[in-house]
């Protein structure tokens, strides 16, 4: 009888430990970086216009015309990835457009990447 006791608890901790795993792995980021607003390396985070900078919001990369961005990894292609966004630049109340684009990164840091020869950096204490 004790044994079986022994087996059950057992049993419950091993279920537990898997189930907290699993919720941990699912609430990653898709890409290994810090979340906040990246801007180019050659441009200071003060002086940083829409055009340099992204947000990384641990879905995918927000910019001044795209938000809501999903980017998923490209099996088989370590670092690509597909993102799906929808368009900003359409006016408020009209039917919002989604896009579609391959993002090649090189993950240089938690805090750095480059995409398409540009290098990105997080601005501190910004999001």
């Not at 200071?44 to 795209?66: L, P, Q, Y």
């Not at 597909?82 to 919002?96: L, S």
Request: net charge positive; aromatic share 6%; proline share 4%.
């Amino acid at each position: 009888m004790r044994k079986t006791i022994v087996r059950q608890r057992l049993f419950v901790a091993v279920g537990a430990i898997a189930a907290v795993t699993s919720i941990a792995a699912s609430a990653r980021d898709v890409v290994a970086l810090r979340r906040g607003t990246y801007v180019d390396t050659a441009t200071a985070c003060a002086e940083a216009s829409n055009a340099t900078m992204r947000i990384f919001t641990g879905r995918g990369f927000d910019s001044a015309s795209a938000d809501q961005c999903v980017a998923r990894p490209v099996a088989g292609k370590p670092g690509t990835y597909t993102q799906t966004c929808n368009d900003d630049r359409i006016p408020e109340g009209q039917h919002k457009t989604r896009s579609t684009e391959t993002l090649k990164l090189r993950i240089l840091s938690p805090t750095s990447y480059a995409i398409d020869g540009a290098r990105f950096r997080l601005c501190p204490g910004e999001m």
